[in-house]
């Protein structure tokens, strides 16, 4: 063979052997989506049921893979503990992640006992707060790094978890004093966030309020940090009906976990724990292994749980109508644990109404961080087929018995400069509430039926409670929106009326205004038929006596008052306008700091126009004039 030959053949022989051997060791690069790579490095057993990178990686340091570790997991995690490859961080970080797999894995069977998956969930937020607070670097040292949220959002769950747990079994789990003793665990508590009855009664259900979703509210309020935010659901209060207000059933709580030991040693050797509840609309946040922490929370679910539950569309028309299981007095609800050193804002609804008239309202001023920290929403629910002087008297009697049961000194920052929000028949009541009668309405009755001597002290004897108020001296700002302070047109037509000779008084409610009806039937109206009490829907005519009479009532000198109404007759002058049920002429009021008219029907309260003015009015400073 020629030797050209040979030297070719030789030098195709060794580029042969080359690309062979460079193919085998070549790396390939391809491109991914951002939806690809932000799932490779953010997915992990919460999110995707499957083990994050991280925690892949990690296992390769150590010689093993996910199938091998998922197949003996106990082996798995010795070796992780033992290894002198890792940093703490990657040891304790995947420790945390391959629990809470066994956690899950065991709750999904179904078939472990409550006591050992209980364990599962401690151990993983063991790790999880062991990576967080006793390794070298400091949370906000990895404030930017992914795997500190993913080991934050283990802790949180597993103490979700674990709070869950304790409380469905706490039958099974036996207390020594105020101690629980469980699957070699010590579990301390500290529940003063969470307001317990005299008697101490537990609640009737612990909902992670992650696990509810609900229709009807625009935005759902959350603040990320540390902790499993909680709704807590408390046993209904014995004679609810008949009480002048009623705290939160269904209060917001935040569970947190802390490990005893103040060494990484310590923490991962103990079998003792407190377990926290912390109120988050009070806290911002906790202190927690030497660390200031944000703590987290879900500011909407306590009350989206509330108006889901409440049945008040049913019960408030029941309760226009006269029918039973309706309501004959005021009610104050509180949207969240009595605060003193928070302001409070009082919400009136309006006719055949109740408080799911606010569900947007209340929500939004609960999400805003800054009014949250500067205010508490009270929320009135009262009879609506009730006469506007009764409900004033009601009211007011209602809200002092709140304020003297929270606060008999009536000092705190909740019982003085309170804000009143009313809408429609609501801002109608919530003006008396801040206008001075004296005796101007009970002098023209006298002069308009020409009464006098023991008559007119009878008559003026029955009716002061309801005709003779002044101006309540708590309150310092007002609201009234889309009220007609001088009634409304709409109340005379055919349909309103046939409404009105439908809306009764419950007997109830009957003998509460016996000594205004026995003075009203005393009045000489020149009619073989005597004066009767009025209902609601009388009183929001703009022909009504009462509505006529007080309509010019000054307002106490100290409130601030703002008005928002609603325009559906764009095609009119402003001062002919209507929302369609309230003419602008009867919501303006001369002497209002601020007049906001929006493109709106008469439920303006829920347009988010409305409620950025809202928001706006309660941020300004009290030292304005």
Not at 29 to 34: G, M, Y
Not at 140 to 158: K, S
Not at 182 to 191: M, R, T, Y
Not at 237 to 255: G, I, K, L, N
Request: aromatic content about 6%; overall charge neutral.
């Amino acid at each position: 063979m020629p030797a050209t030959l040979m030297r070719r053949l030789r030098l195709g022989a060794l580029l042969c052997a080359a690309a062979l051997l460079s193919g085998c060791a070549a790396v390939t690069v391809s491109a991914i989506s951002p939806a690809d790579y932000l799932q490779q490095r953010r997915g992990d057993i919460l999110t995707t049921g499957k083990l994050s990178a991280s925690a892949s990686e990690v296992l390769r340091i150590i010689g093993s893979d996910i199938a091998a570790c998922e197949a003996n997991t106990g082996s798995c995690r010795a070796d992780l503990a033992r290894s002198e490859l890792l940093s703490d961080e990657q040891r304790l970080a995947t420790l945390s992640e391959l629990w809470l797999e066994s956690a899950l894995a065991e709750e999904k069977q179904g078939g472990h006992a409550s006591a050992e998956l209980l364990a599962a969930w401690l151990e993983s937020a063991r790790y999880a707060y062991a990576y967080l607070f006793y390794t070298t670097r400091t949370p906000g040292q990895r404030a930017f790094e992914e795997r500190q949220t993913q080991i934050r959002d283990y802790y949180n769950y597993a103490v979700q978890k674990a709070v869950g747990n304790l409380f469905r079994h706490r039958g099974e789990y036996r207390p020594d004093g105020h101690v629980i003793r469980v699957a070699g665990w010590q579990i301390d508590s500290e529940l003063s966030a969470l307001r317990l009855p005299d008697d101490g009664t537990l609640p009737e259900e612990l909902l992670p309020a992650t696990s509810l979703s609900f229709s009807g509210l625009r935005n759902v309020y959350r603040r990320d940090g540390f902790g499993a935010d909680l709704v807590a659901v408390m046993p209904k209060p014995a004679q609810a009906a008949d009480a002048a207000f009623q705290e939160t059933r269904f209060p917001v709580v935040t569970a947190l976990i802390r490990f005893d030991g103040n060494s990484l040693q310590e923490v991962l050797a103990t079998q003792q724990l407190l377990l926290m509840l912390v109120d988050p609309t009070r806290s911002e946040s906790t202190r927690m292994a030497g660390q200031e922490l944000p703590v987290a929370a879900n500011f909407t679910a306590g009350y989206g749980l509330w108006l889901a539950r409440s049945g008040f569309g049913v019960q408030a028309l029941r309760t226009l109508f006269g029918r039973a299981d309706g309501i004959s007095r005021p009610q104050v609800h509180l949207m969240q644990p009595y605060d003193p050193d928070k302001r409070t804002i009082v919400m009136l609804h309006g006719l055949a109404s109740s408080p799911e008239a606010w569900i947007n309202v209340a929500n939004e001023l609960m999400g805003d961080e800054q009014l949250r920290r500067r205010y508490q929403i009270w929320q009135v629910y009262y009879p609506s087929n009730a006469p506007l002087a009764a409900n004033n008297a009601a009211i007011r009697k209602a809200l002092d018995a709140t304020v003297a049961h929270f606060d008999p000194s009536a000092k705190a920052a909740a019982s003085n400069d309170l804000v009143l929000i009313g809408h429609s028949m609501g801002g109608v009541l919530a003006r008396l509430m801040v206008s001075d009668a004296s005796n101007t309405l009970l002098d023209a009755i006298t002069e308009e039926y020409n009464l006098k001597g023991k008559k007119a002290e009878k008559v003026r004897a029955g009716l002061t409670p309801y005709l003779n108020f002044t101006a309540m001296p708590q309150v310092n700002r007002a609201i009234f929106i889309a009220a007609p302070h001088r009634g409304t047109a709409f109340a005379n037509h055919k349909v309103a009326r046939w409404i009105a000779n439908l809306v009764t008084l419950p007997i109830t409610m009957l003998e509460q205004l016996s000594d205004a009806a026995g003075s009203l039937a005393q009045l000489d109206t020149g009619s073989s038929e005597p004066l009767r009490i009025p209902n609601s829907i009388d009183n929001l005519s703009d022909k009504d006596p009462f509505v006529r009479l007080v309509a010019d009532l000054p307002i106490s000198p100290k409130v601030r008052y703002h008005s928002i109404m609603g325009n559906d007759t764009p095609e009119l002058p402003l001062a002919e306008s209507s929302d369609g049920v309230v003419p602008y002429a009867s919501a303006h009021l001369d002497g209002a700091l601020s007049e906001k008219v929006i493109p709106s029907w008469h439920s303006v309260q829920e347009s988010p126009q409305a409620i950025l003015e809202i928001r706006r009015i309660l941020r300004l400073p009290d030292s304005l004039p």
